[in-house]
């Protein structure tokens, strides 16, 4: 990507949470950015000087390769968290095959694609191994076409609008106690504004063709610890009750069952079974440019940890 003059970028995702922040460091950059989005408006970027909103459906062939059709590069940040196998494989495989057939055949180059921190074939969940199947088929699609592919993989990403600490700081104002699985699961949870910037550095640097990075934070916490935190945040810090696998397993199961967005799924709780930290296997942010990444503690300074 020719960092020169300003570029016509298409963001898929881009009116999720990352995605918002990404499309606001690129338009700081005057670069002219295509969001799809299944509804209209999308309220969280529409406003953006040098964003255009189109609706459409990603997962049709068609429609996207007329989305991809003169962009310079093409950021992928659309993903799930909860689903069946054939939902993971619809967003986190099959999508990223189609993304790459239609970048072929409409001769664009640059693609960065948003994967996860511990995507991994042989991983306990099916969002693991799924997110490590998407990046197989672009790795392989590499093989045969001029795409210049960056993977970027982000443990748990937080900010001031997130649904990660913010969900956990909303649940401690209801309940008296937090009945946890996982608890003792290690996250190394990333800014988002560290990511958006780690994605617009892979845009504007061509050398990061063809490399995969890390991004994570600073700092490592237990589950249990970030509960803590969420709730030192707004001043409602209850009691964290650590939960066995199997007792854990049921929670999950009745969380799916519940009426409205799901909190928690068996997938999720799979996940858990492996820390969600940095490997040391891939360049971290660091190679980057994001020498000091930003502490969870300074975005969310209520929560000071006690020994």
């Known amino acids: 990507m020719n960092t020169a003059a300003p570029q016509k970028i298409l963001v898929l995702g881009g009116s999720g949470f990352v995605g918002s922040h990404v ?3 690129l338009c700081r950059l005057h670069h002219r950015v295509t969001v799809p989005t299944r509804r209209l408006p999308a309220r969280s970027v529409q406003m953006l000087p040098g964003v255009e909103v189109i609706q459409a459906d990603v997962h049709d062939a068609k429609q996207l390769q007329a989305l991809v059709r003169g962009h310079d590069a093409v950021v992928n940040l659309v993903a799930i968290l909860h689903g069946d196998a054939a939902a993971f494989d619809r967003v986190h495989v099959q999508l990223p095959r189609t993304l790459a057939k239609v970048c072929k055949a409409e001769g664009v180059t640059r693609l960065v694609h948003i994967s996860a921190l ?3 074939p042989q991983g306990p969940s099916l969002y693991q191994r799924s997110k490590a199947h998407g990046e197989q088929v ?3 699609a590499v093989q045969t076409s001029d795409l210049a592919l960056t993977l ?3 443990s748990v990403i937080f900010g001031a609008d997130d649904a990660f600490i913010n969900l956990f700081a909303k649940l401690q104002t209801v309940f008296p106690v937090m009945p946890l699985a996982g608890a003792g699961t290690r996250f190394q949870p990333v800014w988002v504004q560290d990511v958006a910037q780690a994605i617009v550095t892979c845009l504007q640097n061509p050398t990061t063709a063809g490399q995969t990075y890390e991004a994570c934070g600073p700092d490592a916490f237990t589950l249990a610890e970030l509960v803590h935190i969420a709730g030192r945040h707004i001043g409602h810090e209850r009691p964290v009750l650590p939960l066995p696998y199997a007792i854990g397993w049921l929670q999950a199961v009745l969380m799916e069952l519940a009426p409205g967005p799901t909190l928690m799924s068996r997938d999720n709780l799979a996940s858990m079974k492996v ?5 040391g296997h891939a360049a971290g942010l660091a190679a980057l440019g994001l020498r000091q990444p ?7 300074p209520a929560a000071v940890v006690s020994d």
């Open 23 to 25: 499309c606001e460091a």
């Open 138 to 140: 672009l790795q392989q």
């Open 275 to 279: 820390d969600n930290v940095a490997s």
């Open 294 to 300: 930003s502490p969870l503690l300074s975005i969310f």
């Open 118 to 120: 511990g995507a991994d």
């Open 152 to 154: 970027l993989r982000p």
